[in-house]
Structure formats: C-alpha cells, structure tokens
C-alpha cells in the first residue's frame, strides 16, 4: 500500500519539467533533488563514471590473465618515474609482456580456429 503522506517531489528536472519522483518520507524532495544529499549524489555519480571510463572498459575486456601483465607494466612504469627502476630494466618487462601476450593471442586465435572448423565439419555432415 502506498505511503498516503508522501508527496511529489518539489524539484525541476534539467529540462525544466517538474520531477516526477515521490519525496522522501517526511520530506519536499526526492533523494536526486534534496539539497542535504548533494555529497552524497556527487559521489554515487562519481563512482558511476569510473566504471564508464575507458580504462575501466579496457580491463573489464581484457583476459584475466592479461590483467597482471597490465599491473606489471604499470608498476614497472612508476618504478621507472620514481626512480627505482632503470628505463632498461623496464624495456625488457615490455618485451616479455609483449611476447606473453602474443602467446596468449596464438593461443585464442588457434582455440577459434579449432573451433570454427568443428562447426564446419558438423554443418557438412
């Protein structure tokens, strides 16, 4: 049963019409237009857009097993900035990821093979 002392929210939305929303129990507005919740909706919005951001997306995409090569690398970066790492030393990290990965991608690339030539066979059967 719906709350009979709730009222509609007394906001304005951005494009000028009046919010929709019930207000908070007690309340003139619903928690996207309470003022006393301003911190609290510019930090749900901030988390938002860090998982919309383009790293998020790269490393939600990548293998998990690609993940710790990624960290290596960025470590090993920072390492190099702070000075605790020599630009060689980090030059031959880069190498040696770059060849896992090139595994890693033979090794997908040998598994869709595999498996489009299986799909192949049964259609052919």
């Given amino acids: 049963m719906a709350d009979q002392n709730r009222r509609p929210c007394r906001g304005t939305n ?4 009046a919010c929709r929303a019930q207000a908070l129990p007690g309340r003139e507005w619903c928690p996207n237009h309470a003022p006393e919740l ?11 857009g860090e998982g919309k951001s383009t790293a998020a997306r790269v490393r939600k995409a ?3 097993d690609l993940r710790s090569v990624g960290d290596m690398l960025l470590e ?3 390492a190099v900035k702070d ?3 020599t630009p ?3 030059h031959a990290l880069a190498g040696l990821a ?3 990965v090139d595994v890693t991608e033979y090794a997908t690339f040998e598994a869709r093979i595999a498996a489009v030539e ?6 052919a059967a």
Avoid: I, L
């Fill in 98 to 100: 770059r060849a896992y």
């Fill in 76 to 78: 090993a970066m920072q």
């Fill in 62 to 64: 990548m293998p998990a």
């Fill in 83 to 85: 000075g605790k790492m």
């Fill in 14 to 17: 951005k494009d000028g019409t």
């Fill in 118 to 123: 299986e799909a192949t066979e049964v259609k």
């Fill in 88 to 90: 060689s030393v980090a």
């Fill in 38 to 48: 301003a911190g609290w909706r510019a930090d749900r919005n901030r988390r938002g």
